[in-house]
T-cell receptor, first 114, second 111 residues
Framework: KNQVEQSPQSLIILEGKNCTLQ??????????LRWYKQDTGRGPVSLTI?????NTKSNGRYTATLDADTKQSSLHITASQLSDSASYIC?????????????FGRGTQLTVWP | EADIYQTPRYLVIGTGKKITLECSQT?????MYWYQQDPGMELHLIHY???????EKGDLSSESTVSRIRTEHFPLTLESARPSHTSQYLC??????????FGEGSRLTVL
């Protein structure tokens, strides 16, 4: 069964600290993996998208890594800010159809305290 | 910033009412989607469209219907709302790369 599992479910850190969010998937075949940020009450916004051949991609203070062999990805946030408080969603796309079906994780709820 | 808009952002209605959630995008994307999201849960695809006059049901069974008469417009309709329809509904569109752009969402509460 194709699944995307994220950990931890929730995380609280102090402003200025770094953190790492995890995503494990069983989706096969694999096309790409995306990380989205979703502020409370808003729609998700794309942070990164990585294909099979990419093992790291950065977007400002956000760095995503991908290990296609172990089917794991991580999202590292450096020098956290209060505005980083949000849900971070991992999404994996397969190659099984023209739609490129998407499998969503339940997200990690990050809270940054001052 | 994505140019995809949803209205209303919040809606509280009584059981049995008919509602339409509007979604419009100005990016010229052919593919559009409706997702349903409950708190702490993953997004579930309920409808999608590849272009004008093309609509398909998604993975999650839904009593809602959609239409795609114009490229930019993809409304979702519930003929008779029930409390079980209470949820957040997210509209999205995608370009040729598959990158998804989401609207701000419509939070529906059915009393």
């Amino acid at each position: 069964k194709n699944q995307v599992e994220q950990s931890p479910q929730s995380l609280i850190i102090l402003e200025g600290k770094n953190c790492t969010l995890q995503c494990n998937y069983t989706v096969s075949p694999f096309s790409n993996l995306r990380w989205y940020k979703q502020d409370t009450g808003r729609g998700p916004v794309s942070l990164t998208i990585m294909t099979f051949s990419e093992n790291t991609k950065s977007n400002g203070r956000y760095t995503a890594t991908l290990d296609a062999d172990t089917k794991q990805s991580s999202l590292h946030i450096t020098a956290s800010q209060l505005s980083d408080s949000a849900s971070y969603i991992c999404v994996v796309s397969d190659r099984g159809s023209t739609l490129g079906r998407l499998y969503f994780g339940r997200g990690t709820q990050l809270t940054v305290w001052p | 910033e994505a140019d995809i808009y949803q209205t209303p952002r919040y809606l509280v209605i009584g059981t049995g009412k008919k509602i339409t959630l509007e979604c419009s995008q100005t990016m010229g994307h052919d593919k559009m989607y409706w997702y349903q999201q409950d708190p702490g849960m993953e997004l579930h695809l309920i409808h999608y469209s590849y272009g004008v006059n093309s609509t398909e049901k998604g993975d999650l069974s839904s009593e809602s219907t959609v239409s795609r008469i114009r490229t930019e417009h993809f409304p979702l309709t519930l003929e008779s709302a029930r409390p079980s329809h209470t949820s957040q509904y997210l509209c999205a569109s995608s370009e040729s790369t598959g990158e998804l752009f989401f609207g701000e969402g419509s939070r529906l509460t059915v009393l």
